[in-house]
C-alpha cells in the first residue's frame, strides 16, 4: 500500500502533559488547538512522515491564573512563539505496533530532537464508511532546553516546577480526500 493522507479527528484528539510541581505533586493539563500532517501506510509505518503543530495559547491547567503565567514570556512567549511544532525524521519499529519516532521539537524558537514512543492502535471504518486509523504516543522533553527556565526557590529545598514534562497524545485519523 502506498503512503496515505491522514486528517486528525477533531473529535477523538488528546494531548495532555504533567509536570511536577514543588517536588511533592504533579499538575496536568492539556492543549486544546493542534493539528497534524500525516503521510502513512498503515502497513508500512516506518516510512511514515508526521508533523504535529501546538497552539500554545490553547494550553489548559484548569487554572486560569496559571494558565495566563505558561503563556507569558515566562514560559511560552505564546505572542512571539505562538505555535510547538514537531516533525519526524525516523520511524523505528520497535516490537508489535510499536515504534520510536524521532524528530525536531521547536518551543520558543528552540528546536532539539526528541524521541516519542508511539503505538499504532489500529485500522478500522467508522459508521460512516470513512477508513480511520488510531495512535497513542507518549515522551518526556526537559523544558529548560527550550528557555523555559522560570522557577521558584522552596523554602524547605528543591524548586517549584519540576524541569521534565511528560506528554500523552491519542488521535485518530481519517483518510485525507
Known sequence: MAK??????????SMEFV???MMISKVKGSFKDFEASIEADPEELTTADIQFEVDLASINTQNEDRDNHLRSGDFFDVENHPKMIFKSTKVVRTGDGEY????????????????FKA????????????DVVAFSAEGKVNRKEYGLTWNVPLEAGGVLVGEDVKFTIETEALKAE
Open 100 to 115: 520510536d519516532v524521532t524528530g525536531d521539537l521547536t518551543i520558543r524558537g528552540t528546536t532539539n530532537q526528541e524521541t
Open 4 to 13: 496515505t493522507k491522514w486528517k486528525l479527528d477533531e473529535n477523538h484528539k
Open 119 to 130: 503505538t499504532f492502535e489500529g485500522a478500522a471504518k467508522d459508521p460512516y464508511g470513512n
Open 19 to 21: 509536570v511536577k510541581h
